[in-house]
């Protein structure tokens, strides 16, 4: 049976998608402003501005490290796939504009992460992008023609979902303390991604 007619060539969706991780992940520094504390301001007037923006870093920190994972994901599931037909652009478009939406977010949450609607789009945001990366995993397992080699390592983005999964159902319960529900996730996909590996190519 011969493959799916290529769709577009996968090195103008990888170069697409490097350029939109690139300027979502540099939007997201921009919520990180001190207010005006004029010319002459003193240093524990420097230094409680700074101590206010605590929430704000954590969840650029978190939003960071979140789009590095799936950055990685998607850089090598693109370099296993042989064939990006229609759906893997269509899913690959929407996980993009996901992507960049994420900078709303992360001023939302950081902003007013004690609500209970700011924790929910938040979360919500992040895993409605867990959730596109393993209907992905699950698609390019069932198609072993559109993949050099087997998507093996599917692990990651099922705990990456659940932990979402999770962290949405808290935001409901301890809004604000929700998104600790994903660090174990991040963890499992950090030093996974970071470990050297033997023979890799598989589609995450």
Known sequence: MSPPTAAIDKHRLAALQDGVYAIAMTLLVLDLKLPPLGEHAADAQLWGALLDLWPKLLTWLL????????????????AAVTVVDAFVLRLGLVRLALVSLLPFSTALMGEHGDQVSAAALYSGHLLLLAATQTWRHLYLRRRPGLAASPPDRGAPAFATLACAAAAFGLAFVVPAYN???????????????????????GAA
């Open 63 to 78: 939003s960071f490290w979140v789009l590095a994972i799936f950055w990685l994901g998607d850089a090598r599931a693109l």
């Open 179 to 201: 998104m600790f529900a994903l660090v174990p996730a991040l963890l499992v996909n950090l030093l996974r991604r970071f470990k050297p590996q033997r023979g890799d190519g």
